[in-house]
């Protein structure tokens, strides 16, 4: 059974940073994309950052330049560093990953097969 699960989130300043983490289980995805989507209260989910299998990144426009997205296949997990974060940044966050292997990152969410339960990430201004 795969899983996938969150952790870092937390309350923040405006300007401060937090690290999430998302530990997969289950099965190897080393040769699968991972990424983050979010969802702020009221509003719809949308794609944060996605990372190939062999490291090629995509992001957001809207945190392009302040998050960055890795992965250490060796530990199963995908991580993102979350710089200079504003109130608008204030989501849940989740953790995705898909069932096929070597399948390009992208912004679309019915690509992506599995989910974590999401962490709260607050941003107080």
């Known amino acids: 059974q795969v899983q996938l699960v969150e952790s870092g989130g937390g309350l923040v300043q405006a300007g401060g940073s937090l690290r999430l983490s998302c530990a997969a289980s289950g099965r190897t995805f080393s040769s699968n994309t991972m990424g983050w989507f979010r969802q702020a209260p009221g509003k719809e989910r949308e794609f944060v950052a996605a990372i190939s299998w062999s490291g090629g990144s995509t992001y957001a426009d809207s945190v392009k330049g302040r998050f960055t997205i890795s992965r250490d296949n060796a530990k199963n997990t995908v991580y993102v560093q979350m710089n200079s974060l504003k109130p608008e940044d204030t989501a849940v966050y989740y953790c995705?990953?898909?069932?096929?292997?070597?399948?390009?990152?992208?912004?679309?969410?019915?690509?992506?097969?599995?989910w974590g339960q999401g962490t709260q990430v607050t941003v107080s201004s």
């Open positions: 995705v990953t898909n069932s096929r292997s070597y399948y390009l990152p992208t912004v679309a969410e019915r690509a992506y097969d599995y």
